[in-house]
Structure formats: structure tokens, C-alpha cells
């Protein structure tokens, strides 16, 4: 059985039909690719996964639960985590207590300050700026730090939208270097990415998001030497 599978999913934004009843699905140890051009459809679908959306037709299936039905911050303790686009990380607070937040949902003491020490090791920068204001980090620092706050849920499946946006190409290949490592570590990762040629690069399968509709599907490998996607999104 499929860890995350999306059946039939339909959304719509008052009379307009975002998405229209796509179905893929997310095996447990897998990182899945969802590219596609700016307003396909990509971010909806996460929101939808995690809540923030209801569909108006479909079923998001996460460890056979629908999660169509249950609130968002439920979802969060059932073992999904969300890294959304633009980073969203707390301004005014210090990159210490965006940590802490991220664990929320936890309370064990003893295993919040084990993943807390994991997310240091794995951002070192992050600790050397653990009271520093999120607010006054880089746009790099931000990403690490909203994908550190989102590992502190200790999730088994993790989504994660647009992590390269607005990066330089050095801190674009760390941030995929940690996404393979996170999920080498034992965590199921589906992402959302405008550099195609980047997800496909680290992805084990890949589907296209076109207007609301999912219409080329495959292993990243292949996609990657797809001639449909070099001309779409390789710039090829």
C-alpha cells in the first residue's frame, strides 16, 4: 500500500476548477517530484494533502486515513510535515523557538532535544545562530531553518514546496544535497520544484502538473531525457 495516494482529486476556487481529479501516489521511502509551470496547480495540491485546503471532490489517503476530514494541525501529529513556499519562518522569533515550535506536537522532552541536536548537526549554521531572529538570516538560512522546524514534528513523509526559490546556485545544490540526505535518513519526501532539472536529478519518480491536470507520469530518469520535458522545463 501506497504511503500518500491522492484519488480523483478535485479543487475549485469558486467557479474555477484548479485541479481536475488528478490521482498519483507516494510509496514509503520515495522522493517524488510534482513540477509543472507557475499556476499548475503544484501549491494547491500540497494544501490540499495537508488540510489547509478542502477538496470538493477526491480523497487524500495517508496511511489508508483520509485526511479530507481532519484539521490540519492533526495532520501534523499523524506524521506529516510542511515546508511551504516563501519559507514562512517566525520573524520575530528567534531561530531556537521556530525549532521548538516545529515540535508542537510532541511531548517528550528527552526526544524533542534529540531531534533538536539531529537538526543542528544536520544545519550546523543554524545552531551557531540559535538566538539570532529568524527575521535577520539569509534567504538560505530561512529555508534551512524552515526545513529544520518541520523536521522537528519527526515526520514520515515531509512536502516540501519550492525549497530553491530566490537561492543562489551554491546554496540551490546544499539545499538538494540535504533533501537527499534527509530522506536517505529515512524520510519519505514529496517536492514541489520549478527547477526541474534539480528534482529530477535527486527524484526516484516524477509527474507533470498542467492546468490542473497530471499528464506526464514516470521515473525521473526517464523524464529527464523525455524530449516533452527537455523543451518544457529544461530550457533544452
Known amino acids: 500500500m501506497s504511503m500518500l495516494e491522492i484519488k480523483d482529486l478535485k479543487v475549485n476556487y ?32 500540497l494544501h490540499t494533502i495537508t488540510g489547509l485546503i478542502t477538496p470538493s471532490e477526491g480523497s487524500v489517503l495517508f496511511n489508508g486515513t483520509d485526511l479530507t476530514k481532519i484539521p490540519a494541525h492533526k495532520i501534523v501529529s499523524m506524521g506529516m510535515a510542511h515546508v511551504p513556499e516563501g519559507r514562512r519562518v517566525f520573524a520575530d522569533m528567534t531561530v531556537y523557538q521556530n525549532l521548538k515550535l516545529g515540535a508542537f506536537t510532541r511531548t517528550d522532552k ?30 538560505g538560512e530561512q529555508q534551512m531553518l524552515a526545513m529544520g522546524r518541520a523536521l522537528m514534528s519527526h515526520p514520515s513523509i515531509i512536502l516540501m514546496d519550492e525549497p530553491s526559490m530566490g537561492l543562489s546556485p551554491i546554496l540551490v545544490n546544499e539545499i538538494f544535497d540535504i533533501i537527499k540526505s534527509v530522506n536517505d535518513s529515512g524520510t519519505t519526501v514529496l517536492l514541489v520544484e520549478q527547477n526541474a532539472k534539480k528534482a529530477l536529478s535527486i527524484a526516484d519518480r516524477a509527474y507533470v502538473l498542467e492546468t490542473g491536470n497530471i499528464t506526464i507520469e514516470g521515473a525521473a530518469e526517464d523524464l529527464l531525457s523525455d524530449d516533452r520535458i527537455k523543451k518544457a522545463y529544461l530550457g533544452e
Not at 25 to 42: D, F
Not at 118 to 131: C, S
Request: hydrophobic residues 35%; glycine residues 12%; without cysteine.
Open 110 to 139: 528527552d526526544e524533542i532535544q534529540e531531534s533538536l541536536e539531529n537538526v543542528y548537526e544536520r544545519f550546523p549554521r543554524l545552531k551557531e545562530r540559535a538566538n539570532q531572529y529568524a527575521g535577520t538570516l539569509s534567504g
Open 14 to 45: 469558486g467557479v474555477i476548477q484548479a485541479i481536475k481529479g488528478i490521482n498519483f501516489s507516494v510509496n514509503e521511502g520515495e522522493i517524488i517530484a510534482l513540477i509543472g509551470a507557475n499556476g499548475a496547480g503544484k501549491t494547491t495540491i
